[in-house]
């Protein structure tokens, strides 16, 4: 590794350990905005690498929360115009309803992400922006480049909207394809040797080309450079189990193995029969509030 290198390297973590504290608030309002935790998760490394590499460019320092969110904001949509089914258009400026600016109540803040996913774009950022994040009118206008009258509307219809639909449960904005028998196959097998404490086992399964995320932390490509990650788990009293989360299947780990409920999860991609890509959330942990489990054994959700 360069000097260059080594400079880039810390620059970047003393960057992160600045913005630490802000992290969860954005992936509060990413994943509600794209309506998957794990999603959210993936604009908000988007965002904090482009805030990261525009930050020299700044005349002088910006205010860090409105200028991450608003990045986080643009990042969002941007991910929303490759992925979505419905056109993300601004809605038009209404006139200013009657009871834009009552208090929601708090079952629309619990509502599960997916449940956002109904709104127009502009609606949705709002609601999120106001009843999440607790952000004013005008904070929200700046950070969405709108007027506070346009805000008011689209906070008044969002709410409206939410509210109308409490009670059922909404699917997702993207569907995504049923794990197939082969794969599920493979995640039980790469289970079973994870917990047999089995390493050169799992390590058996990794695609040459293997790359690993510790999301949050660092990357590493190739076989030989995932290898590492294995021994530092060999060395702890962990235990994972396959759970199922908006449309997919992962590794939820038990962080002691004792632990009644998961620390955080893994998810695993594949080429053919072996692993081409992990990523391991547990530098994260804010995203297990977000995240829904089902099927893990009885005791442990």
Not at 228 to 254: C, H, I, M, Q, W
Request: charged share 25%; glycine share 4%; net charge neutral.
């Amino acid at each position: 590794m360069t000097e260059l290198h080594v400079q880039m390297a810390e620059a970047r973590e003393r960057f992160l350990e600045a913005v630490a504290e802000l992290r969860p608030e954005l992936h509060r309002y990413c994943s509600r905005l794209t309506g998957s935790a794990i999603d959210g998760e993936d604009v908000v490394q988007d965002a904090l690498a482009k805030a990261f590499y525009s930050l020299a460019l700044q005349p002088e320092p910006p205010p860090l929360r409105p200028w991450l969110l608003r990045i986080a904001h643009n990042c969002a949509i941007d991910f929303l115009r490759r992925y979505e089914r419905r056109a993300v258009e601004p809605m038009a400026v209404l006139p200013e309803p009657e009871g834009a600016e009552a208090a929601v109540g708090p079952e629309v803040v619990r509502l599960s992400l997916s449940s956002f996913t109904a709104l127009p774009v502009l609606s949705r950022s709002a609601v999120i922006m106001k009843d999440v994040l607790g952000l004013s009118l005008e904070e929200i206008a700046d950070t969405i480049g709108s007027t506070v009258p346009a805000v008011k509307a689209a906070l008044f219809r969002g709410r409206s909207a939410l509210k109308a639909q409490l009670q059922p449960e909404l699917t997702a904005w993207r569907d995504l394809p049923e794990t197939s028998p082969a794969e599920r196959a493979l995640l039980d097998r790469y289970c079973r040797l994870f917990n047999a404490r089995d390493w050169e086992g799992v390590q058996g399964m990794l695609a040459e080309e293997c790359r690993l995320d510790l999301v949050a932390k660092s990357s590493r490509r190739g076989k030989r450079q995932v290898t590492p990650y294995f021994g530092n788990y060999s060395k702890e009293e962990t235990r994972v189990e396959v759970a199922r989360a908006e449309g997919r299947d992962l590794l939820a780990v038990f962080r002691p193995a004792s632990s009644p409920s998961p620390t955080y999860v893994i998810s695993l991609e594949w080429a053919g029969d072996q692993v081409r890509l992990i990523r391991d959330y547990r530098y994260v942990p804010y995203l297990m509030t977000e995240l829904t489990l089902e099927g893990l054994t009885a005791g442990t959700r």
